[in-house]
C-alpha cells in the first residue's frame, strides 16, 4: 500500500521537497531533482527569467513537479503578497511558500507578518506554505489562517547546522492537523531521517544539497533517508529503557544442563 501525502489539494508519493538555490550551474537542478525524487520544487520569483533560455529556472524543472514560487526578499507582508500575486500573474500557479524575513544576519522569519500574508493569500486561493520561526501558538493561527502546511526551521537557513529545533517541532507535529514540513538548516540525510522518524510529513533541503561534493549523489542520499524514516515512523518505534535488556534469556541454559 502506498503511503500517499495530501499536500494543498494534491497527492504525492514522495515527502522530500527541493530547493533550487546555490547551484553552480542550472543544469545541475534537472538531474538533482530526477535524483531526489522530488515532485515539489521551490523557487525564488527572482530567479524566474522568461525572457532567457539560459538563465530561466524554470527550463530545468521538469514539468511533472509541482512548483512552489518563494516570496524570498519579502521584508513585511505586503511585500510577501505582492510577490506572490506576480508570481501566479508570471504562470507559476497557487502554490507560494511564504517567507517574510526582515533581519538580514540570521535570516530568521518574522511569525507575525508571516501570519498576515497567509491570511490574505489564503482568501485568495493560493496554497500557502509559510516559513515560520517554531513555536505552537504561532502554528495554530497559520493553520486556523487557513495554511497548506507549516514549514518550522530545523536550524537557521544555509547553516547545515542540522535539527535545532527538534523539541518545539515535536510539539507541533502532536497539536496541529496540517502537515508539518521541517524547512532550512537540515545538513545531513540523517537530520532529515529524524524529522521523520517524529511524524513530520515531509523534509524541505536545498544548501546541504547544492553545496555538497556530488550535488545528486547527496539527493539520492536524502531521498532515501526521508523514506527510511518514514518507514520507521509507520512502523511503530520501540520505547527507549533505562536498564538494559537482554535479547536472549540469561537464564535457564547451562544451570539447567547438569553441569553446574
Known amino acids: 500500500m502506498k503511503d500517499i501525502f495530501n499536500a494543498g489539494g494534491k497527492e504525492l508519493t514522495s515527502r522530500f521537497f527541493l530547493g533550487t538555490g546555490k547551484f553552480s550551474e542550472k543544469s545541475l537542478v534537472g538531474d538533482v531533482i530526477r535524483a531526489s525524487g522530488a515532485e515539489v520544487v521551490t523557487v525564488a520569483l527572482r530567479r524566474i527569467d522568461s525572457g532567457s ?15 512552489m514560487a518563494n516570496t524570498s526578499g519579502a521584508r513585511n507582508a505586503e511585500e510577501a503578497v505582492r510577490i506572490a500575486r506576480l508570481a501566479r ?28 500574508a497567509t491570511e490574505i493569500l489564503s482568501a ?5 506554505f509559510p516559513y515560520m520561526n517554531p513555536d505552537l501558538v504561532a502554528a495554530r493561527k497559520l493553520e486556523d489562517a487557513g495554511a497548506a502546511a507549516v514549514m518550522p526551521l530545523g536550524a537557521p537557513i544555509g547553516s547545515n547546522r542540522g535539527f535545532r529545533t527538534k523539541e518545539i517541532v515535536r510539539i507541533i507535529v502532536q497539536e496541529i492537523k496540517i502537515p508539518v514540513i521541517v524547512d532550512a538548516g537540515i545538513g545531513r540525510p540523517s537530520e532529515a531521517a529524524e524529522c521523520m522518524e517524529m511524524g513530520c510529513s515531509a523534509v524541505l533541503a ?4 547544492s553545496t555538497a561534493g556530488d550535488p545528486v549523489g547527496m539527493a539520492r542520499a ?3 533517508a526521508i523514506e527510511a524514516g518514514r518507514l520507521a515512523y509507520l512502523s511503530g518505534k520501540p520505547a527507549r529503557e533505562f536498564t538494559a535488556r537482554a535479547s536472549s534469556p540469561l537464564t535457564g541454559f547451562l544451570r539447567n544442563s547438569g553441569r553446574d
Open 53 to 67: 533560455k539560459e538563465e530561466n529556472i524554470l527550463n530545468y524543472i521538469p514539468e511533472e513537479c509541482t512548483l
Open 89 to 116: 500573474a508570471a504562470g507559476c500557479g497557487d502554490w507560494i511558500k511564504i517567507e517574510v524575513i526582515p533581519d538580514n544576519k540570521y535570516l530568521l522569519p518574522d511569525n507575525a507578518e508571516t501570519l498576515k
Open 124 to 128: 485568495e486561493g493560493f496554497k500557502v
Open 206 to 209: 536545498n544548501t546541504a544539497i
Open 222 to 224: 536524502f531521498a532515501q
